[in-house]
């Protein structure tokens, strides 16, 4: 079955990077776009970052752009979210999702979705 798994978060100091993984099974990725979303406590869930290895294209929200970096292996069945300059506002668990062919902004547009990995950005 579709299974997506997160891993890399933890604990950063202000300015600091991290890269997330989100490894994939059980479709081929090739044809999917992979969404990073973040939620904050008492937040929303909210849109990050997009790329579709369908069409190529990638997609940041603005409050990481420049920042946040999303790329992939598809040999590895395994995309990234690299995140420099990290902010106390980047605290949030973070979640990747996927959906057939293109970028969406909207969750709940994702079928499949990984369990989160926390990433706290803290002096």
């Not at 369990?115 to 950005?121: A, D, E, H, K, R």
Request: glycine share 10%; with cysteine.
């Amino acid at each position: 079955q579709v299974q997506l798994a997160e891993s890399g978060g933890g604990l950063v100091l202000p300015g600091g990077s991290l890269r997330l993984s989100c490894a994939t099974s059980g479709f081929t990725l090739d044809y999917y776009a992979i969404a990073w979303f973040r939620q904050a406590p008492g937040k929303e869930r909210e849109w990050v970052s997009c790329i579709s290895n369908s069409d190529g294209n990638t997609y940041y929200a603005d409050s990481v752009k420049g920042r946040f970096t999303s790329s992939g292996d598809t040999a590895k069945n395994t995309m990234y979210l690299q995140m420099n300059s990290l902010k106390p506002e980047d605290t949030a668990v973070y979640y990747c999702a996927a959906q057939f062919r293109f970028c969406d902004g909207s969750a709940s547009s994702y079928d499949h979705w990984g369990q989160g990995t926390q990433v706290t950005v803290s002096s």
